[in-house]
């Protein structure tokens, strides 16, 4: 059984389309993130949920909307999809938002290409 | 703000050899921190943490870290690598009323026969 699962695992597709990728996890954990990874590997959070209620934003531009239609779903919908959107982007959950004690256990990872 | 410096961005190590990565962290308070492993294609997975108390953490696969406040380091290490370790490591410390983890550049590990 996947504890956190994404779809797709790769997307390409060209610049100014609107993209959504999907996140499930079946751990029964409240809080659920999503992250960026760049070309050079680097991991930046970009939001987190608790109970579908947005914790964390982290000046990402207004072309990102996560969307949490349940605890267990966290969807990341993308418009105008821009070069620099290329990453990776990784779902994640914990049992609750105390990040520093609970340990995050993350999807295998979306790769998007926009060209 | 809390950071995380990973000075090597790759090592190389012979399978069998001792291992030790490095990890400098920036924090007012007492840190809490983590080191997660990425395998190839994979997700991040955790291999140990800190919070509080001895400050030789042991964690899967045979890794273990040390803390020293003195250092302000948090290096992982393990006596005999495998070539299955060969993966992306990554020093994280919590950070934003402990919501977050701030992660450090990564180090890719690559073990040579």
């Known amino acids: 059984d996947t504890a956190v699962s994404q779809t797709p695992k790769y997307l390409v597709t060209q610049m100014g389309n609107d993209k959504s990728i999907k996140c499930e996890q079946n751990l029964g954990h409240d809080t659920m993130y999503w992250y960026k990874q760049d070309s050079k590997k680097f991991l930046k959070i970009m939001f987190s949920y608790n109970n579908k209620e947005l914790i964390i934003n982290e000046t990402v531009p207004n072309r990102f909307s996560p969307k949490s239609p349940d605890k267990a779903h966290l969807n990341l919908h993308i418009n105008s999809l821009e070069l620099g959107d290329s990453a990776v982007y990784f779902c994640?959950?914990?049992?609750?938002?105390?990040?520093?004690?609970?340990?995050?256990?993350f999807g295998p990872g979306t790769r998007l290409t926009v060209t | 703000a809390q950071s995380v410096t990973q000075p090597d961005i790759h090592i190389t190590v012979s399978e069998g050899a001792s291992l030790e990565l490095r990890c400098n962290y920036s924090?007012?308070?007492?840190?809490?921190l983590f080191w997660y492993v990425q395998s190839p294609g994979q997700g991040l997975q955790l291999l140990l943490k800190?919070?509080?108390?001895?400050?030789l953490v042991q964690g899967i696969k045979g890794f273990e870290a040390e803390f020293k406040r003195s250092q302000s380091s948090f290096n992982l290490r393990k006596p005999s690598v495998h070539w299955s370790d060969a993966a992306e490591y990554f020093c994280a410390v919590v950070a934003a009323g402990f919501q977050k983890l701030v992660f450090g550049t990564g180090t890719r590990l690559l073990v040579s026969p």
């Open positions: 994640a959950s914990s049992q609750d938002i105390i990040a520093g004690l609970n340990e995050q256990y």
């Open positions: 924090y007012g308070a007492t840190p809490y």
């Open positions: 800190y919070f509080s108390g001895d400050t």
